[in-house]
């Protein structure tokens, strides 16, 4: 007896031991990894299972007056087939089959009895442990318990001190309830070494041909097998599965996503205040140009740049040179080739974007109205319009700058500036609709009026 108590309590401390020992194994950048929530078709859950231990009457709740005083251990073995219904819980289908044994009844008259288990089945719930944890994807060790009902078929026979063993009844039916504990380590995706120690209470006190006391009779199962995961190598088998885990990468990918976005954003605001620090330096040099171009002390209409007669009285009539002009002038006649020039100088004018700056290839037509200005002393009236985008003061600021520019650039090619009148009128007289690009760019024109 003192032999199979200490196999047993070898076995059950082992079990509960390394129940302690949650290792996982590796992680979320396995292949097999599964989404939270993820349906229970992701997984796989039947398993099957073949086992083989020691079948002894002896079990960690036995009693002080059982029916055999000295129990012994026989073998058995069983199978199970399982389907994991959740992560922590399955519904388990078990056999076994083996023999039970044990020597000296309380009543000295019978010596020994040996009882063949032909066939017990159960239907239990299997609960799986330490399949939560934050750090790993999937479970290598696997602690359970188990607890059901069942109904077996068994054959007692027991010998005397004197005469030949009597075999009982040849088919003994009871019902029982199996209690068990184990652990299943993880050889590889498909297979788990499975370790379990069950006890099964039987509904009788029968199954060593004894009645004695008032208790039913009861026998143990340490054993050791295999189980093997059915389906799809693709899929992770659900009781190993780690579903706190995976909603903690989820968590560590999204926050790590959203920091990326969020450093890109501000790498992308950075740039744009270097961008408009820029711009701001380009407008702030452009109206110190500008207003170096256009300051005019004395009134005459000549910048004091281009201005050769610094200081002509107020109403003095000037040339381009900022010069009072001779009293007498020859009248003039404007020609359909004089318009032609105008038309022409109006249709390749273009400014910088959002600039008073006349870009170079306007530079020759424009040279040829100041000619026309210059040689029959024409008057010209500059008229600035803009689209409506942007603020009414911005464009009517913006219409006048570049009314302003082209009759600089004309006074600097000898243009009379007192014969040219430079007017802004900003968005208010559109000559199409804005809802357009096309529309808009023809809003944005400067108009010369040769009279």
């Known amino acids: 007896m003192k032999t199979n108590f200490t196999k047993a309590v070898l076995i059950a401390a082992s079990i509960l031991l390394s129940g302690s020992a949650f290792a996982q194994s590796t992680s979320t950048g396995d292949s097999q990894y599964v989404q939270p ?5 992701s997984f796989r859950t039947w398993s099957v299972g073949v086992n083989g231990g020691l079948l002894t009457p002896y079990t960690i709740f036995r009693g002080s007056k059982e029916d055999f005083i000295h129990p012994k251990s026989e073998l058995g073995y069983g199978a199970y087939i399982k389907d994991q219904l959740f992560h922590t819980f399955g519904l388990q289908l078990s056999y076994l089959r083996g023999k039970i044994s044990g020597n000296q009844a309380q009543d000295p008259a019978y010596t020994y009895y040996t009882t063949q288990l032909k066939s017990a089945f159960d239907l239990s719930g299997n609960f799986t442990f330490a399949n939560i944890n934050w750090h790993n994807q ?3 060790i696997q602690p359970y318990v ?4 069942g109904f077996s078929w068994y054959q007692p026979t027991f010998g005397r001190s004197a005469g030949a063993p009597i075999t009982v009844d040849h088919n003994i039916k009871n019902m029982y309830i199996p209690l068990g504990i184990g652990i299943k380590f993880a050889l590889g995706s498909d297979i788990n070494l499975d370790l379990g120690y069950q006890v099964n209470f ?7 041909a004894y009645n004695y006391g008032d208790h039913n009779d009861k026998f143990s199962y340490a054993h050791i097998g295999l189980e093997f995961a059915l389906g799809p190598k693709s899929k992770p088998q659900l009781a190993r599965h780690n579903p706190v885990a995976s909603m903690r990468h989820e968590y560590i990918v999204s926050e790590e996503k959203l920091q990326s976005e969020l450093d890109a954003q501000k790498a992308q605001n950075d740039q744009l205040k270097n961008d408009l620090d820029a711009t701001k330096a380009s407008l702030a040099t452009t109206n110190a140009n500008l207003a170096k171009f256009t300051a005019d002390a004395d009134g005459d209409g000549v910048p004091d740049f281009f201005d050769k007669c610094p200081g002509t009285p107020a109403g003095t009539k000037v040339d381009g040179s900022g010069c009072p002009l001779p009293a007498a002038q020859t009248k003039v006649i404007v020609t359909e080739e004089d318009r032609r020039i105008v038309r022409e100088a109006i249709k390749n004018l273009e400014f910088d974007f959002g600039k008073a700056t006349i870009r170079a290839h306007s530079y020759p037509t424009l040279e040829r109205v100041a000619k026309l200005l210059v040689d029959k002393n024409f008057s010209l009236k500059l008229a600035g319009h803009t689209d409506n985008v942007g603020s009414d003061a911005a464009n009517l600021r913006l219409s006048k700058d570049r009314a302003e520019s082209v009759k600089s650039f004309l006074v600097s090619k000898g243009a ?3 014969r040219i009148e430079a007017t802004g009128y900003g968005e208010t007289q559109p000559i199409a609709t804005n809802k357009t690009a096309k529309g808009r760019q023809m809003n944005r024109r400067v108009e010369f009026t040769l009279y």
């Open 138 to 140: 999937e479970n290598v």
């Open 146 to 149: 188990t607890a059901g009902a």
């Open 37 to 41: 929530f993820s349906p229970t078709s």
């Open 202 to 208: 039987v509904d009788g006190d029968n199954l060593d």
């Open 416 to 418: 009379n500036p007192s």
